[in-house]
């Protein structure tokens, strides 16, 4: 299965792979309609918060939209989700993201576009043989 990682002594928390990230799937750069978020506090490495496809969610969808591709990622299938948003509650690394403007939530699905283009490769898709344990969420200090 295909997972995104982040290195954090390679990232300076420039924002690339946020903006990158919302112009591909929403035509518009908007942090807050990201999958990914870079987090920095001026006082450390930077972090990263993403959907590593640990599938936690899966089972809490009462409507069955979110599901595993025949490629590991977990997906959200846009025709049976109804927008009840029991997943971003439910997630275990707070990485399943709503935004006001739409209806259903979106989530990290390893697509690597940030990776190819952060300018510090401080982001790669890796293949993995089995799902991750649930990532630690961020905790702003």
Same mark, same amino acid.
């Given at each position: 299965? @295909?997972?995104?990682?982040?290195? =954090?002594?390679? /990232?300076? +928390?420039? $924002?690339?792979? %946020?903006?990158?990230?919302? #112009?591909?799937?929403? &035509? ?13 506090? !001026?006082?450390?490495?930077?972090? +990263? ?5 640990? !599938? %936690? ?7 069955? +939209? ?8 977990? &997906?959200?299938?846009? %025709?049976? *989700?109804? $927008? *009840?948003?029991?997943?971003? !509650?439910? /997630? =275990? ?6 935004? =006001?403007? #739409?209806?259903? =939530?979106?989530? /990290?699905?390893?697509? !690597?576009? *940030?990776? @190819? #283009? *952060?300018?510090?490769?401080?982001l790669e898709i890796v293949e993995v043989e089995e799902a991750p344990a649930p990532a630690e969420p961020y905790q702003s200090v």
């Amino acid at each position: 299965m @295909r997972i995104l990682v982040h290195d =954090p002594e390679l /990232c300076v +928390a420039c $924002g690339t792979c %946020e903006e990158v990230c919302s #112009e591909t799937f929403f &035509r518009e750069i908007d942090v807050e309609k990201s999958k990914i978020r870079i987090h920095n506090e !001026g006082d450390g490495l930077p972090s +990263a918060s993403f959907c590593n496809q640990c !599938g %936690e969610c899966i089972s809490v969808c009462p409507t069955v +939209a979110i599901y595993r591709d025949k490629r590991g990622v977990v &997906r959200i299938d846009r %025709e049976l *989700c109804v $927008g *009840c948003l029991t997943c971003v !509650g439910f /997630c =275990p690394s707070l990485v399943m993201y709503w935004h =006001p403007d #739409e209806t259903i =939530p979106h989530k /990290c699905l390893s697509c !690597g576009i *940030c990776a @190819r #283009e *952060c300018p510090e490769d401080a982001l790669e898709i890796v293949e993995v043989e089995e799902a991750p344990a649930p990532a630690e969420p961020y905790q702003s200090v």
